[in-house]
T-cell receptor, first 109, second 114 residues
Framework: GENVEQHPSTLSVQEGDSAVIKCTYSDSASNYFPWYKQELGKRPQLIIDIRSNVGEKKDQRIAVTLNKTAKHFSLHITETQPEDSAVYFCADSSYKLIFGSGTRLLVRP | DAGVIQSPRHEVTEMGQEVTLRCKPISGHNSLFWYRQTMMRGLELLIYFNNNVPIDDSGMPEDRFSAKMPNASFSTLKIQPSEPRDSAVYFC????????????FGPGTRLLVL
């Protein structure tokens, strides 16, 4: 069945450092890979996404890379700031979104 | 645009009672999703509608759960009878074009079943 594994479950970095979160998927038909950020008590919000015909996408301090052969994709946040602290979810979609288990990111001032 | 609207925002009820959660998707969106979020199970898709038609309800836990979408601007998720293990945050999301397009989440309904 469909499955998305996300690592690490928690990540603590110093302000200004980079953070990397990795996900592995199992469905070869997956073609859409969004990343959501969820602050405490709030709704998940899309921060970046990538489709299967692209290997990398950047948006300011955020980037996502996709390796279709290995079936994994990663979120990279550079120059982290305290307001980046949140839970981040990866997801993949062939016909429905399957979410990873989430990574709690803490950026220490 | 008001975004996805959900009501109520909080619901506290007793075991055995009927619970109805409501959702208004973003105007123009043709896909609607109901998710449940718990610490133990994370974010799970319960059911997904496209053009008001249920496409995938494989995530609906059991017969106690039912969902309807009578028109393009309204959906309900009903739990009858409710149980303590149904306590969770229920999110509604909508998109234009299905699962592989950006899904916009509502603020969620925090349900507590005593």
């Amino acid at each position: 069945g469909e499955n998305v594994e996300q690592h690490p479950s928690t990540l603590s970095v110093q302000e200004g450092d980079s953070a990397v979160i990795k996900c592995t998927y199992s469905d070869s038909a997956s073609n859409y890979f969004p990343w959501y950020k969820q602050e405490l008590g709030k709704r998940p919000q899309l921060i970046i996404d990538i489709r299967s015909n692209v290997g990398e996408k950047k948006d300011q301090r955020i980037a996502v890379t996709l390796n279709k052969t290995a079936k994994h994709f990663s979120l990279h946040i550079t120059e982290t700031q305290p307001e980046d602290s949140a839970v981040y979810f990866c997801a993949d979609s062939s016909y429905k979104l399957i979410f990873g288990s989430g990574t709690r990111l803490l950026v220490r001032p | 645009d008001a975004g996805v609207i959900q009501s109520p925002r909080h619901e506290v009820t007793e075991m055995g009672q009927e619970v109805t959660l409501r959702c208004k998707p973003i105007s123009g969106h043709n896909s609607l999703f109901w998710y449940r979020q718990t610490m133990m199970r994370g974010l799970e898709l319960l059911i997904y509608f496209n053009n008001n038609v249920p496409i995938d309800d494989s995530g609906m836990p059991e017969d106690r759960f039912s969902a309807k979408m009578p028109n393009a601007s309204f959906s309900t998720l009903k739990i009858q009878p409710s149980e303590p293990r149904d306590s969770a945050v229920y999110f509604c999301a909508s998109s234009f074009g299905g699962s592989s397009e950006t899904q916009y989440f509502g603020p969620g309904t925090r349900l507590l079943v005593l």
